[in-house]
């Protein structure tokens, strides 16, 4: 069984061609950094009207990379949400006309599915396992149950991690995106110059919140007046060190709610963009060792929005029987677990 994925839902351009032996036969990737840089975040129309302008070259480049046609496809799945609506709609749309002049079924994915899926693909993992989801527009905590099963443990009730990172990285003018911005300058900076709080450590449960952190970086900023690189160096380690202490401790939270529910410990599997910081990933490995869980965290670049997961996430399901109508309407929220409460905040996207 082959796939072809499209995601657009924020501002990757990406199309891939996935098997069902877990073999990535293409994975091509778009990034429009250069056109957001200069706004210091993701403009929607701009996103929207790029994803428009190069999709359709991005899917004929995957095809040939592949050695494959589209008539080879078994099912083409495309993001359906959540998301920026418009660029999930120029996906939808994409994959909508190639399913009906192939004649192909058109399966719509949850992005948040592609990326609590993709350690199946990568490490073949077998169900159930914790899956921590952070990146600029999610925070999560689930437990991954099946295909289309989900119970959400917690997630944050503001901002996300990775929305913080890209406005504490504007604040000390570190430029965009912000995650590798703010993890470069961490790496010269001294964590134990500047107090910073832990949000949420130790309270019940394990939901997040980044919006006080955020506010005390914007304090401690403004109490130093003009900043020199040892100070932005230095507010950056210990912000980062902040964020992976407030995570690591969500996590290990969440870690004791899947065991007593699953009779034992299983594996922590780790997506989304902000899975990439290096210092977040040791945390977790200590956390993960500590509570007798493994952990899998798959490539960077597949922990990054990309095609590749959407593919793997529309074949799981298109092999369980799953398809949609050419009638399906984008999402631009579209939460995994719909029994959970339903959160607001700027980083609470589904």
């Known amino acids: 069984m082959i796939v072809l994925g499209l995601e657009s839902s924020c501002d990757e351009t990406a199309a891939a061609v996935v098997r069902d032996d877990r073999t990535i036969l293409a994975d091509v990737v778009l990034s429009q950094l250069a056109e957001h ?17 190069h999709l359709d070259r991005l899917v004929a480049e995957a095809l040939a990379r592949a050695g494959t046609r589209l008539a080879d496809m078994d099912a083409i799945a495309a993001t359906g949400g959540p998301g920026l609506i418009g660029g999930v709609m120029v996906g939808v749309m ?17 992005h948040l599915e592609g990326h609590a899926l993709t350690a199946r693909l990568t490490d073949g993992l077998d169900f159930p396992y914790l899956l921590l989801l952070v990146s600029g527009g999610h925070c999560q905590l689930l437990t991954v149950e099946g295909v289309g099963r989900y119970r959400r443990l917690g997630a944050t009730i503001d901002d996300a991690a990775g929305e913080a990172f890209d406005k504490v990285a504007k604040m000390l003018e570190l430029g965009y995106p912000g995650g590798p911005a703010v993890q470069k300058a961490a790496v010269q900076g001294d964590p134990g110059r500047f107090s910073l709080p832990r949000p949420m450590k130790g309270r019940p449960g394990c939901d ?6 955020k506010n005390a970086v914007r304090l401690l900023i403004a109490a130093q007046g003009s900043l020199s690189a040892a100070d932005r160096a ?23 709610m ?14 989304g963009g902000v899975a990439a910081n290096a210092r977040l990933r040791e945390r977790l490995a200590e956390v993960a060792t500590e509570g007798g869980f493994g952990l899998a965290i798959p490539p960077q670049r597949l922990c990054t929005d990309n095609a590749a997961m959407i593919a793997w996430a529309g074949l799981e399901r298109f092999r369980q ?30």
């Open 37 to 53: 840089r200069p706004y210091g975040g993701v403009v929607p129309e701009i996103a929207a009207r790029a994803h428009l302008d």
């Open 94 to 110: 994409t994959a909508k006309a190639i399913a009906a002049v192939t004649g192909k079924p058109f399966v719509a994915v949850n």
């Open 208 to 213: 997040f919140s980044f919006s006080g952190l």
């Open 234 to 256: 230095d507010i950056a380690a210990a912000f980062q060190e902040a964020v992976a202490d407030a995570v690591a401790d969500r996590t290990r939270a969440a870690m004791a």
């Open 258 to 271: 899947f065991t007593a529910a699953q009779g034992g410990p299983g594996t922590l599997v780790v997506a």
């Open 321 to 350: 029987g799953g398809q949609d109508g050419l009638n399906f309407a984008p999402r631009p929220r579209w939460p995994l677990d719909p029994t959970a409460k339903q959160l607001r905040g700027a980083g609470v996207k589904a």
